[in-house]
């Protein structure tokens, strides 16, 4: 076994890999760039090298600087996690040549996987089902379109060199194809330096399967059963699960053997995802069809450690160093249900717009040993650090164990309630809301879950404005009675010796000026008119700063942050904000900022599709950005004319950059 090692990545999953390394007795190596020097995954290895700027480039895909860190340092091996170098062909052949070992499979097996055309020739030859379409090397724009049109739309437009969702789109018709095409290759370049495409059918109803696979370099390879990844926003996952729901025996074994002849195919060694599309039949009869394969560790494989009680992470470094697979085939088995819950910065009502900011409050819900845990967190960010737009949007994962699926879909939903974030848009809630619905709760998954869920995923609000006024004014409450002043003339609570008195509370909330009459009564009661609600209020401390609120008939606890003039709200049955309105510094401020359309995060402009003197409406894409990895549509507010472009494509703007200018309609 290794006695130190060298981890070629960031966030999580260094930190991931650091841990089992730990209780291995393997000291680890951290690299970082200028915007990580202070992350988690530096303090959590022994040592750690600065290897360059912020930006990946300059940083984590600078793989010369990667290997003299780890000679420098010791290290006799490189751990890539995912992501970044993970599955470069070129980045494993120079650590064999500097005399390192790279825990993952050999430099010839991620060529061969690494394109999709040429792994699906592969896959064919190999006996694996494939999708109908096109793999061929010509990829003149004219050819493409035509042999979509053979295949008949809706079509799938995939980067040979992709993953991760990137470079992927989905056509309805031949006439968006060029478009499709033109953004997909651009999109390719940006993220693989490769705009090469492969065309294929899209699935009707398609799920997504993969199955883990492990090769050892004595020719043994053997698969750890199924995840089902079919939950997914704009191709990338958002849940996971293992097992997969209404996987049968018989089709799970047929999956397995063909995941192992796609890995054995090209000689694979260590951990791998053989990732297949199956469609769905009427009468409950499934097809599947091979998709890629990804040459390194899973996001998800956290799922298939719960089930399997297994840790990766040190089959890969095992396997790494020569030794055989701790297990064979007949010896794996499956415990109970395990989900995952991917918690991202991001905004889920405004396209999963990526959000940035700093992580003012970050709690957690408790955690145990990953292995057969019951709820693991696995994350790289602490309170008070910084989601920079570098890097990918996700902030941690939330998985949890159950005997059953509704055991563990129950406790997911506990978990991702005891998540309190402020200072950055999440998806926590929107996780929330895909449990609940019909769709996940009762296994009828699909690729195109959340849209056929939207009407009850987007724009939700659990908690409502009365609640949401409750807290804030309950939280006013308890601080002016914790100013310890002791004579009572100095008590700002309200009370009067006759009468009573009312107090005025003005909100914003959900986009629109709200207010809320506080009422203090001679006996020391407090009623509250909030939201068309009225009614008694009686508000108390907890432990642990919860609050303990009774309103409206109905008795909550919950916990409540202020932070600026904003009250973030956190209840068992979801999350909400409110923010108070000093009403003295508001006075007089009309103006608005209609005229201007600004970045909504930072990021590159890639294109405008307007020039100054076009007439808009609204809707109407006007620019693309790029930020954390992704290309972002900018569209209209209103109708209008454009007056002036103010940044050239290539430029680097900050959030609220004005992008453009629009005189409204008359």
């Not at 509704?406 to 309190?420: G, K, S, T």
């Not at 009564?521 to 008119?529: E, N, P, S, Y």
């Not at 007056?643 to 959030?655: C, H, I, W």
Request: proline letters at 5%; a negative charge; charged letters at 25%.
């Amino acid at each position: 076994m290794f006695k130190k090692i060298l981890i070629a990545n960031r966030g999580e999953i260094a930190c991931r890999v650091a841990a089992t390394a730990r209780r291995l007795a393997i000291r680890t190596v951290a690299v970082y760039s200028d915007a990580d020097a202070n992350a988690n995954h530096v303090r959590a290895c022994d040592e750690s090298v600065h290897i360059g700027g912020s930006a990946p480039k300059d940083s984590y895909l600078r793989w010369e600087r990667i290997l003299e860190a780890a000679k420098a340092t010791g290290a006799e091996a490189i751990h890539p996690g995912y992501g970044f170098l993970s599955e470069n062909e070129e980045f494993a052949q120079a650590c064999a040549d500097a005399g390192l070992v790279f825990i993952g499979p050999p430099p010839s097996a991620i060529k061969d996987m690494g394109l999709k055309a040429e792994s699906k020739q592969l896959m064919e030859k190999a006996g694996v089902p494939l999708v109908p379409g096109y793999h061929g090397h010509d990829q003149e724009p004219g050819l493409l379109q035509r042999e979509a049109d053979r295949i008949g739309y809706p079509v799938l437009i995939k980067a040979s060199a992709g993953g991760g969702g990137k470079g992927m789109r989905a056509v309805e018709k031949s006439e968006d194809f060029a478009a499709a095409l033109a953004s997909c290759q651009r999109e390719a370049i940006n993220s693989f330096g490769d705009d090469a495409v492969l065309i294929e059918k899209y699935v009707q109803r398609p799920r997504h399967i993969e199955i883990q696979v492990f090769g050892d370099t004595h020719g043994d390879c053997v698969y750890l059963f199924e995840r089902d990844c079919s939950v997914q926003r704009r191709h990338q996952k958002v849940l996971e699960e293992a097992p997969a729901p209404g996987m049968t025996e018989a089709m799970r074994a047929q999956m397995g053997a063909a995941a192992v002849a796609a890995a054995k195919a090209v000689k694979y060694v260590g951990a791998g995802t053989v990732e297949f599309i199956v469609e769905q039949r009427d009468g409950g009869e499934m097809n599947f069809f091979f998709m890629e394969m990804n040459t390194r560790l899973q996001v998800e494989h956290p799922v298939t450690e719960a089930i399997t009680g297994l840790d990766l992470v040190e089959w890969q470094l095992r396997v790494a160093s020569g030794e055989p697979l701790p297990l064979k085939q007949g010896e794996l088995q499956i415990h109970g249900h395990a989900i995952e819950a991917r918690i991202c910065a991001e905004n889920p009502d405004n396209n999963f717009l990526p959000a940035t900011g700093t992580l003012q409050v970050y709690r957690k819900p408790q955690a145990t040993a990953f292995q057969r845990s019951r709820v693991r967190i696995d994350d790289g960010v602490r309170e008070g650090g910084e989601i920079s737009p570098f890097y990918d949007s996700m902030i941690a994962k939330l998985i949890v164990h159950g005997a059953t699926r509704d055991e563990a879909l129950a406790r997911l939903d506990a978990a991702l309630a005891q998540v309190h974030i402020v200072g950055v848009s999440t998806n926590v809630q929107f996780l929330r809301g895909i449990l609940a619905t019909a769709s996940f709760s009762q296994a009828n998954l699909d690729t195109a879950l959340i849209e056929r869920e939207r009407a009850v995923l987007f724009d939700r609000e659990p908690l409502g404005l009365p609640l949401a006024a409750a807290a804030s004014v309950a939280r006013t409450l308890l601080d002016e009675r914790s100013t310890g002043t002791p004579d009572p003339f100095s008590q700002r609570d309200g009370w009067r010796s006759l009468g009573v008195t009312a107090r005025i509370f003005a909100f914003e909330f959900r986009g629109e000026a709200q207010t809320a009459t506080l009422r203090y009564l001679h006996d020391g009661a407090l009623t509250l008119d909030a939201g068309g609600v009225s009614g008694p209020l009686v508000i108390g401390r907890l432990p642990e700063g919860q609050i303990e609120l009774s309103f409206n008939g109905q008795r909550h606890t919950l916990d409540v942050y202020e932070r600026q003039a904003t009250t973030h709200v956190f209840a068992a049955k979801g999350a909400t904000k409110i923010t108070v309105i000093d009403r003295l510094a508001h006075a007089g401020d009309t103006q608005a900022e209609g005229g201007r359309l600004t970045a909504p995060m930072p990021g590159k402009v890639v294109s405008f599709a307007v020039k100054a003197g076009d007439k808009v409406t609204r809707g109407q894409p006007l620019a693309v950005m790029e930020a954390m990895k992704m290309e972002h549509t900018i569209a209209a507010p209103a109708d209008g004319t454009v007056e002036e472009l103010l940044y050239a494509p290539g430029d680097q703007v900050t959030e609220g950059s004005e992008l453009l200018r629009i005189a409204a309609a008359a």
